[in-house]
């Protein structure tokens, strides 16, 4: 199992948008009940040896799953914000769809 952080850290300074990985894939797309090994699940084992901030099993794949989710939403808006905000996208397609149906 290889853990690493896709260029976390950058000419001594922490890049807070990098995603960790295991075994090469997104730390967010890992599924725990793949992981051959669950060592948290054997009697005795202390949580928080493997998951931080008071997460579990299951609001570690909550939180994975909201990360993943916002992640979307902000590169769906990133593409729409590429030639000016929201609103100027918004106002084109109308004024698109206006032309269109009144073929002015």
């Given at each position: ?7 976390a850290v ?15 894939k ?30 579990d099993?299951?609001t ?14 902000m ?5 729409i ?9 918004q106002?084109?397609?109308i ?10």
């Amino acid at each position: 199992m290889t853990v690493s952080s896709t260029s976390a850290v950058k000419a001594g300074t922490v890049d807070l948008h990098a995603v960790g990985e295991l075994n090469g894939k997104p730390i967010f797309d890992v599924d725990t009940d793949s992981l051959e090994d669950r060592p948290w699940r054997k009697p005795g084992a202390d949580l928080t040896d493997y998951f931080n901030y008071g997460f579990d099993e299951i609001t570690w794949r909550m939180y994975c799953a909201r990360q993943k989710q916002m992640r979307e939403e902000m590169n769906a808006k990133k593409r729409i914000n590429v030639s000016g905000s929201l609103v100027d996208a918004q106002l084109c397609f109308i004024c698109m769809l206006t032309i269109l149906l009144l073929g002015v």
